[in-house]
């Protein structure tokens, strides 16, 4: 099957065609992403295999449709940036990988915490300049406080795991509470309730239009005051702006970050020779207690493989079947 594969950098070519050798798709890497501007690359694809920042809206979908493609194959779990409503007016298949590793995600997430928390990045940074003083790294220890994990998940449910073991209490918030959590300890709550108990609140909810700007100026405003909050879900489940607000104001003690709003033109980028023009992203990096990495949680060998490998069997079935093994359904949409 000839698939046009979209934002692919060396590590996505060397898992993709590693997990191909078998299968053997004609795959055809192109290191652009996905828009209305690229999408004339996939002519004569009969499938568009994407990442999480590629555009599968209306007009992009229209164009692959009437080159040929048949299937979108996203090498995510999340779909928030395809259009399923107009792939289901087209008659065209979404498929994602619905879970890779989630230990590569949570771990992260875990890690950002404590190198946050004990100020790893800035100590790391005077060491190297000779500086070996103390002023400014102090931290707190992680027993005995509480971590509101919002989404309960299996990477919500893997970091509660993780908070525990470090003799923290676990806050969970989730419309569809998890058995596993609550065997953990976890104790569900409103979000409200949540917000306002946490030392730590990190984020593991989908993107969908119920949480966007989940946490946005009003949520900020019942955080405990010093709260840090950590991000590995998707970036517009934060409202950016309010978050500068709220870590002008102290309100937010600290913040961590692995995904952004608006970082479809940043993130995969090497951009250390440019200016960095989006006004609020750099404004973020003036603070000395932001850390910042660049949708680097999921980058781990195990989930890798297990992207690829699942991409490759999507298409693999959808060529033999005209169904791929975990296809998004369209019943969701109107």
Request: with cysteine; net charge negative; charged share 20%.
């Amino acid at each position: 099957m000839k698939v046009a594969v979209f934002s692919t950098k060396a590590y996505d070519r060397h898992f993709l065609a590693a997990a191909n050798s078998e299968a053997g798709h004609h795959l055809n890497f192109l290191e652009a992403r996905l828009t209305d501007q690229t999408v004339s690359a996939a002519d004569g694809a009969e499938a568009a295999c994407i990442f999480v920042n590629d555009d599968a809206g209306p007009r992009v979908l229209e164009a692959l449709h009437r080159q040929g493609v048949r299937l979108v194959a996203l090498r995510s779990a999340g779909f928030n940036h395809v259009d399923l409503a107009k792939a289901k007016a087209l008659g065209m298949v979404v498929a994602r990988v619905p879970e890779y590793s989630p230990h590569a995600v949570a771990e992260h997430t875990v890690a950002l915490i404590l190198a946050l928390n004990r100020r790893i990045h800035r100590a790391y940074a005077r060491v190297r300049e000779g500086n070996f003083a103390l002023d400014g790294l102090l931290g707190f220890d992680l027993n005995g406080r509480t971590v509101g994990v919002i989404g309960s998940g299996k990477i919500g449910v893997l970091v509660m795991r993780i908070m525990r073991g470090f003799g923290c209490d676990v806050l969970a918030c989730d419309p569809s509470p998890s058995a596993e959590a609550e065997a953990l300890g976890a104790r569900f709550v409103s979000l409200p309730e949540l917000i306002e108990g946490s030392d730590i609140i990190t984020l593991h909810c989908p993107l969908t239009p119920e949480t966007r700007h989940l946490i946005n100026a009003e949520a900020i405003a019942g955080m405990r005051k010093g709260a840090m909050l950590v991000n590995t879900s998707r970036g517009a489940v934060i409202d950016t702006r309010a978050v500068i607000q709220g870590l002008k104001s102290g309100r937010i003690g600290s913040l961590a970050l692995d995904v952004y709003e608006e970082e479809g033109d940043l993130f995969f980028e090497n951009l250390s020779d440019e200016v960095i023009k989006d006004d609020v992203f750099a404004r973020l990096l003036t603070f000395p207690n932001v850390l910042i990495t660049g949708h680097q949680a999921f980058f781990t060998i195990d989930a890798l493989t297990a992207i690829a490998e699942t991409t490759i069997a999507n298409i693999t079935a959808f060529e033999a079947t005209g169904r791929p093994l975990h296809e998004i359904s369209t019943e969701r949409v109107v």
